[in-house]
């Protein structure tokens, strides 16, 4: 990452790096565990019609037809939907850096993130992104998802921002790669504290508070 480009917008992930992940392999194994279903098999419905659900060309009751409901089960459709969305949680430190830099430095910021529609929406909601985020390029808005480089076109046109004014914020390496090879200068996020040092280095420091000496 190179100093001394002025940086006028943040591209985020949202999974990883804000909350965590929507609905991943351990938060379906969880409700494998808890309702007592065939991890394999699910998994591999799953992996069928995963993309196709992330790029909103299904909804979550078409999704949910195809690998859970697909047979009788003894639970009801809104308790598994209850389950999935109680899955997500926020990491409050990165949520705070990210609203404090955006007023402190007048950044317009944009996530970037494979998200399927219903998720989406609650999590939006749930946490109050959109009290901070401009934009939300998600994949079920868009129909394209990482590692398509489009996603990322999309996201520069929409924020009408030069890629040499954005600093990106994703916990995948490939991503990362993929990003950086269209000039957007991105930090692999692995923890709060080495992300907020990151973006200091780049002239993005957050409020600090000031210890009162006795």
């Keep these: 990452m190179k100093k001394g480009r ?113 998720l989406n929406a609650y999590r939006i909601r749930k946490f109050k992104l959109d009290g901070f985020v401009d934009s939300f390029i998600s994949s079920c808005f868009v129909h394209v998802r990482k590692p398509d480089a489009e996603i990322y076109r999309l996201a520069l046109d929409i924020a009408q921002v030069p890629a040499r004014q954005v600093v990106y914020i994703e916990n995948t390496p490939m991503f990362v790669q993929i990003a950086e090879s269209l000039g957007i200068r991105s930090i692999l996020h692995t923890d709060y504290a080495s992300t907020r040092a990151k973006l200091a280095s780049l002239g993005l420091q957050n409020e600090e508070k000031r210890r009162i000496e006795p």
Excluded at 21 to 48: I, T
Excluded at 86 to 94: D, G, I, L
Excluded at 103 to 116: C, P
């Design 6 to 118: 002025a940086i006028t917008c943040l591209f985020l992930d949202a999974g990883g790096v804000l909350l965590s992940n929507g609905w991943d392999h351990l938060a379906r194994q969880r409700a494998a565990a808890f309702f007592k279903l065939e991890l394999a098999e699910m998994e591999d419905r799953h992996h069928l019609i995963f993309d196709t659900y992330e790029e909103g060309r299904l909804t979550l009751e078409e999704y949910l037809s195809r690998v859970v409901f697909y047979q009788k089960r003894a639970f009801t459709r809104g308790r598994f939907r209850r389950f999935m969305f109680a899955q997500s949680k926020p990491f409050p430190e990165m949520i705070e850096l990210v609203a404090q830099l955006k007023v402190r430095h007048g950044l317009r910021t944009v996530v970037v993130s494979n998200e399927a529609r219903e």
